[in-house]
């Protein structure tokens, strides 16, 4: 096993295998898809759209389907945020943000279609998403701050959560999330469905093929002898 490819001179920065690996089987994937997407009548920016999306989507799939299989293997300490670490001024600034970034849409929205009829509109219910939004925009805001200027009191292991370079990426889950993830954005490019899937799922394959090599690179899932 090679778990470590090499490290980047100077900054004693590892590359490890694994992540390595998942990468190359990404850009492969990608790549080949938006030469043979022109063949299908899809664009190669479409492809590219798609497969960013695909790539995002699994990768945070594939991690929360290890983080529920495994939960004991974490310190799930910096999601509690009612220990009291959370920074009151950041927590303010992201309450304000989603109400900002609101009147902006809204001015934005006014000015560019003027000559069509507006929807009517539902203050009460605008105004509700508003709160929801703006408190979880808040509590995340004051606890993402409140963890990198305290970042040392919780500990290195307790944010191997995101070490996805160091493995625990499960398939299953990252297929699932990137499906409904693709499966939203070709509905909203109205693309058929049928034909962007005979076109991808090749490539999908041939990624995983190459991810695999980077788990036996990494020390897992390389089977086990048997008496079968």
């Known amino acids: 096993m090679h778990p470590k490819l090499w490290e980047i001179p100077g900054l004693n920065l590892p590359i490890y295998s694994y992540g390595f690996m998942i990468m190359l089987g990404f850009l492969t994937a990608i790549f080949i898809a938006t030469r043979r997407g022109k063949q299908a009548g899809i664009s190669s920016e479409t492809i590219l759209d798609i497969g ?33 670490g959370l920074n009151t001024p950041a927590g303010i600034i992201g309450w304000f943000l989603p109400y900002a970034f609101f009147l902006w849409w809204r001015k934005r929205k ?5 000559e069509t ?4 509109d539902r203050p009460i219910l605008t105004l509700a998403w508003l709160f929801v939004i703006s408190l979880a925009t808040a509590v995340l805001i004051a606890r993402t701050v409140h963890l990198i200027t305290h970042w040392t009191d919780y500990g290195r292991d307790a944010f191997r959560f995101f070490y996805i370079w160091e493995g ?61």
Do not use: E
């Not at 009829?117 to 009517?120: G, H, L, N, R, V």
């Open 110 to 114: 006014s000015s560019s279609s003027s």
């Open 52 to 84: 960013i999306i695909i790539m995002v989507s699994g990768v945070l799939g594939a991690r929360i389907a290890y983080l529920s299989i495994y939960p004991g293997n974490f310190n799930w300490a910096i999601f509690n945020i009612f220990d009291g």
């Open 168 to 228: 625990g990426l499960v398939f299953y889950g990252g297929l699932i999330f990137s499906f409904i993830a693709g499966f939203i954005f070709l509905k909203i490019k109205s693309i058929p469905i049928c034909l962007a899937g005979d076109l991808i799922a090749p490539y999908i394959a041939l990624g995983q093929a190459v991810g695999r090599i980077g788990c036996f690179l990494n020390g897992c899932c390389f089977g086990k002898i048997t008496q079968l």
């Open 117 to 120: 009829p507006a929807k009517p």
